[in-house]
Nanobody, 125 residues
Framework: QVQLVESGGGLVQTGGSLRLSCAAS????????MGWFRQAPGKEREFVAV????????YYADSVKGRFTISGDNVKMTLYLQMNSLKPGDTAVYYC??????????????????WGQGTQVTVSS
């Protein structure tokens, strides 16, 4: 089992920045994929970004490319999402997720085995 706990959400003005964290515990997952998703009210959960935990591969949704950066700290077992130039359309609950392997499915929610509880991000105009 893998436990994931997000933090770092909050209220920010348009153009501002936030850094989300996702603390992982449980089994080691050097071969895992770690991703971020978000869900706005009345909308489906959507992919934001993913990285292969062992390094070398990152992938972003077009809507956040150039503004968001996914990264991880192997020592702290923590996944990060640095969000810059935030827009009201980025308002959502953000979830981190872990997949036991890095496959093409990691760009969709069905590719993941473990989920955090989510953290709210609100961007005011």
């Amino acid at each position: 089992q893998v436990q994931l706990v997000e933090s770092g959400g909050g209220l920010v003005q348009t153009g501002g920045s936030l850094r989300l964290s996702c603390a992982a515990s449980g089994r080691t997952f050097s071969s895992y994929a770690m991703g971020w998703f978000r869900q706005a009210p009345g909308k489906e959960r959507e992919f934001v970004a993913v990285m292969r935990w062992s390094g070398g591969i990152t992938y972003y949704a077009d809507s956040v490319k150039g503004r968001f950066t996914i990264s991880g700290d192997n020592v702290k077992m923590t996944l990060y999402l640095q969000m810059n130039s935030l827009k009201p359309g980025d308002t959502a609950v953000y979830y981190c997720a872990a997949a036991r392997s890095f496959t093409p499915s990691v760009a969709t929610s069905r590719g993941y085995d473990y989920w955090g509880q989510g953290t709210q991000v609100t961007v005011s105009s």
